[in-house]
């Protein structure tokens, strides 16, 4: 990106160290942690003595391969707070996942942690553009969801203005947007495109009716024509940053000018990449399951967290001068990963075929159903209002395009369903864009 590529953008020191001493510093730091969940947490102490290891055992970066797996259920079982490494009248602070199935897990922060956090963002937004000098509206969810209050005082650390919008009335929002000039946007990718179309709905056009030059999005997958999508929209440079509250919230990693990957913040985090199936490391470039070690943080520490979360990491160096690795885009969860007729299929897959074929939005739904036993799946989507035609040759012309497109990207055929603009739901916080009726009490299959 030309107007920042000339600029220095990086917040920290520790963004851009030699690899070998970024290194040195993981192992120390490793080893560090781990003796504080061993001395502090039962669980892990319970572990580690189940393979007869020891903080001792652990001395070099590597040596994280001995360690156990942290999933999910580990955190609900251990509900509310049996993970916490240090005495409960040193939290400063508790989040919670949203918890859309079962229990919530918490996220929990010492003064230290939570210092630690307001840097992390602070170096994304910093590389994306944010200054002392102006504004940044925050568009998440407040409260328990991390994303909020992450970002919030991340843009404080950074020394701009703050303006906690929090979700909900878009009309409201785009009015703030408008009145204080405010140069950063931060939200879902999804409700960035909300805004726009409601921004077009007030009779204005977003690309230049709005001030917004930098879009900070996450907290749901989205995809390369989402950025360009988003982009062209609100007439914005869109940068895309990932973490999640188990580990810590946002700021996990987050793109440089260069956008050619998140720089994963590898002081803090050590990060491995496994084959889901067999769980060993993947080999350079492919696709695996990001693991996750928290380093640094105080109030709980977790070993080799199972995200499931699916991407690849780049080695190669990167021209902003960071000399962190960088994941790619998250293109699936192993647990949102549909498998369709034994073909496994994302809907971030869907999304990109989509987007490939011109006339459409990035509005769809994506419907599973098992009629019989074979799946079928039902793609609407919603079309630009000047490709609804009542001409059917014009229509099913659309529909063949997207149809190959779809068979191209995931090797499955689907039921094509196109709609008139406005009649999809519109989400505010995380899409929910898949329907799955095969296991619906009541259907027919088990
Ligand atoms: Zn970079």
């Avoid at 990001?290 to 967290?305: D, G, P, V």
Wanted: net charge negative; charged share 25%; proline share 5%.
């Amino acid at each position: 990106m030309t107007q920042l590529a000339t600029e220095q953008t990086i917040w920290d020191k520790n963004e851009s160290l030699p690899r070998e001493e970024l290194q040195a510093l993981q192992a120390k730091r490793l080893k560090q942690a781990v003796a504080r969940v061993y001395q502090n947490v039962p669980f892990y102490t319970a572990n580690l003595n189940a393979l007869g290891l020891t903080a001792d055992d652990i001395n070099a970066i590597d040596d994280v391969r001995k360690l156990p797996f942290t999933v999910k259920t580990d955190l609900r079982d251990n509900y509310p707070l049996d993970l916490l490494a240090v005495p409960r009248d040193q939290l400063a602070r508790l989040h919670a996942s949203s918890g859309t199935t079962g229990k919530p897990t918490f996220a929990v922060f010492t003064q230290e942690d939570l210092d630690t956090w307001s840097d992390l963002c602070a170096r994304f937004l910093y590389a994306g553009g944010l200054r002392k000098n102006q504004f940044a509206h925050v568009a998440f969810g407040y409260g328990l969801f991390t994303g909020g209050f992450g970002l919030h005082y991340g843009i404080e650390r950074v020394g701009a203005g703050v303006i906690p919008a929090a979700s909900g009335n878009t009309r409201r929002q785009i009015a703030l947007l408008r009145d204080l000039n405010t140069e950063t946007l931060i939200c879902t990718p999804s409700y960035a495109l909300n805004i726009a179309e409601v921004a077009r709905e007030e009779g204005l056009d977003p690309a230049t009716d709005l001030p917004i030059k930098f879009g900070h999005f996450g907290g749901e997958p989205w995809t390369e024509d989402m950025r360009v999508a988003i982009e062209a929209e609100l007439g914005i440079t869109a940068f895309n940053n990932y973490g999640l509250s188990e580990v810590l919230g946002p700021g996990v990693a987050g793109e440089c000018p260069c956008r050619n990957g998140m720089h994963l913040q590898e002081d803090h985090f050590l990060f491995e990449l496994v084959d889901p199936q067999t769980d060993e490391p993947v080999k350079p470039g492919e696709i695996g399951e990001l693991i996750i070690t928290n380093l640094t943080k105080q109030a709980t520490t977790l070993l080799r967290y199972r995200t499931r979360d699916l991407c690849v990491i780049h080695e190669e160096p990167c021209d902003c001068g960071r000399t962190t690795r960088r994941m790619g885009r998250v293109i699936g969860r192993s647990d949102d990963m549909m498998i369709i007729r034994g073909v496994n299929v994302f809907p971030s897959q869907i999304e990109e075929a989509l987007l490939s074929v011109e006339g459409t939005t990035p509005h769809y739904m994506i419907e599973l159903d098992r009629p019989g036993n074979l799946d079928q799946v039902t793609v609407s989507v919603e079309i630009q209002p000047h490709m609804f035609s009542d001409k059917m040759t014009e229509m099913n012309m659309l529909k063949r395009a997207i149809d190959k497109e779809i068979r191209t990207i995931t090797g499955i055929g689907v039921t094509l369903n196109l709609v008139q603009p406005q009649t999809l739901a519109r989400f505010e916080g995380k899409a929910k864009r898949v329907i799955d009726n095969r296991f619906a009490p009541g259907s027919m299959e088990k």
